[in-house]
């Protein structure tokens, strides 16, 4: 049995960031598109493969119309 690296916080804000994006009508790839980056990396970040810093969760917000502090 595999045991996660992420914290169970860490989990939730992986949840918001989905949400918000479904809640902003976007696909992975539409969002991607506006920022300029692969379909993955949308992909890896909500699967939880790959971590994120505070400047991409800034950016995230920003698309998704959301304050950062809905992610905390």
């Known amino acids: 049995m595999s045991k996660s ?15 918000a994006r479904l809640d902003a009508g976007l696909k992975q790839e539409d969002a ?3 920022l300029k980056r692969p379909q993955s990396y949308i992909s890896k970040i909500e699967r939880g493969e790959r971590r994120i810093d505070v ?3 800034k950016e995230l917000a920003k698309l998704y119309k959301k304050d950062i502090t809905y992610f905390l």
């Open 32 to 34: 991607a598109a506006k």
């Open 55 to 57: 400047a991409e969760l």
């Open 5 to 19: 690296i992420y914290s169970k916080e860490y989990k939730n804000i992986i949840g918001r960031l989905k949400t």
